[in-house]
């Protein structure tokens, strides 16, 4: 069955960087979209980021574009976020997610598999 696997999290201060990746199994990765999204407590989840199949094509939110990177590894199967000038503002739960489409969509509701979940906590 399918299985994602999101590692990285952890505490960091503002300003600081983690790197998220998130290993899949089970699936034909290399043929995905894949997908970032996060949710903070009493928020609804949120859409990060998204990478086609072959990685040349991505999209982002506009509160994180320019600071945070998603980047996959077909080879490894992986899928990675890069996460930079983090604000308290970032302080979320981070799950990934496959949409089986080759599109880069924004619902959470496209997306059909997705990870356990990792925090990501950003103090000021």
């Known amino acids: 069955q399918v299985q994602l696997v999101e590692s990285g999290g952890g505490l960091v201060q503002a300003g600081g960087s983690l790197r998220l990746s998130c290993a899949a199994s089970?699936?034909?990765?290399?043929?995905?979209?894949m997908g970032w999204f996060r949710q903070a407590p009493g928020k609804e989840r949120e859409f990060v980021a998204a990478?086609?199949?072959?990685?040349?094509?991505?999209d982002y939110a506009d509160s994180v574009k320019g600071r945070f990177t998603i980047s996959r590894d077909n080879a490894r199967n992986t899928v990675d976020l890069q996460m930079n000038s983090l604000k308290p503002e970032d302080t979320a739960v981070y799950y990934c997610?496959?949409?089986?489409?080759?599109?880069?969509?924004?619902?959470?509701?496209?997306?059909?598999?997705w990870g356990q979940g990792i925090q990501v906590t950003v103090s000021s």
């Open positions: 997610a496959v949409d089986r489409t080759a599109r880069l969509r924004r619902n959470d509701y496209d997306y059909d598999r």
């Open positions: 089970g699936l034909t990765f290399s043929v995905y979209t």
């Open positions: 990478i086609n199949w072959s990685g040349s094509r991505t």
